[in-house]
């Protein structure tokens, strides 16, 4: 089974602090992709990665960078945090650009910013 | 572009009620459909696909039909059990840059 790992189910930092969300999958996937889930919004994507060194915005990147050195690791940096980027952060990884090929989830990292 | 248009929410239905949640789409060319399920306290996982018109998907008692002329892919289950209460997520897949576009997702709450 595919493994998508996020390094923390639950984070508390401070307004104004650098702050990264790790994702880590074991599958060789290509593509890689962050999203954040906020009540009544769903999920939206914030950036995705189809390869390493490579990175796309999403829907709402403001605020946000990523990082891609290995192709199994997919970093989310919150470069000054602020309290509207509180939320459920969600990982995923897919393999190639096969059509129909489900997208694997982590199960989520809840960030709280003070 | 695309977009993915879930019922409202939330809904609460008796264990052994009939479900159905209802899912219609906008895209162009020929998407991939999906249910995917959030359980309390998890990340998202594939509850069922169907990847071309007529296509019925199915999984763990749950069906959905990739119905074209009406652009609906329904989920339904004829008798839904506490185990089923998660949030449920439509999604289509065109194959660019392999996004997923999302619906708002609807939580089901199920009752003894």
């Known amino acids: 089974d595919v493994k998508v790992t996020q390094s923390s189910r639950y984070l508390v930092k401070r307004t104004g602090e650098k702050v990264f969300l790790e994702c880590v999958q074991d599958?060789?996937?290509?593509?890689m992709f962050w999203y954040r889930q906020d009540p009544g919004l769903g999920l939206r994507l914030i950036y995705f990665s189809y390869d390493v060194k490579m990175k796309e915005k999403g829907d709402i990147p403001e605020g946000y960078s990523v990082s891609r050195e290995k192709k199994e690791r997919f970093s989310l940096i919150l470069e000054s945090a602020s309290t509207n980027q509180t939320s459920m952060y969600l990982c995923?990884?897919?393999?190639?650009?096969?059509?129909?090929?489900?997208?694997?989830f982590g199960d989520g990292t809840r960030l709280s910013i003070l | 572009g695309n977009s993915v248009t879930q019922m409202e929410g939330p809904v609460t239905l008796s264990e052994e009620a009939f479900l159905t949640i209802n899912c219609t789409y906008t895209?162009?060319?020929?998407?991939?459909l999906f249910w995917y399920v959030q359980y309390p306290g998890e990340g998202l996982q594939l509850l069922l696909k169907?990847?071309?018109?007529?296509d019925k998907g199915s999984n763990k008692g749950f069906e959905a039909t990739y119905r074209k002329e009406t652009t609906s892919f329904h989920l339904e289950k004829g008798s839904v059990q506490v185990s089923d209460s998660a949030v449920y997520f439509c999604?289509?897949?065109?194959?660019?840059?392999?996004?997923?576009?999302f619906g708002k997702g609807i939580t089901l709450s199920v009752r003894p």
């Open positions: 169907a990847t071309k018109a007529d």
């Open positions: 599958m060789d996937h290509e593509n």
């Open positions: 895209a162009t060319g020929y998407p991939s």
């Open positions: 995923a990884s897919s393999p190639g650009t096969l059509n129909n090929q489900p997208q694997h």
């Open positions: 999604a289509l897949y065109t194959g660019a840059n392999s996004k997923l576009t």
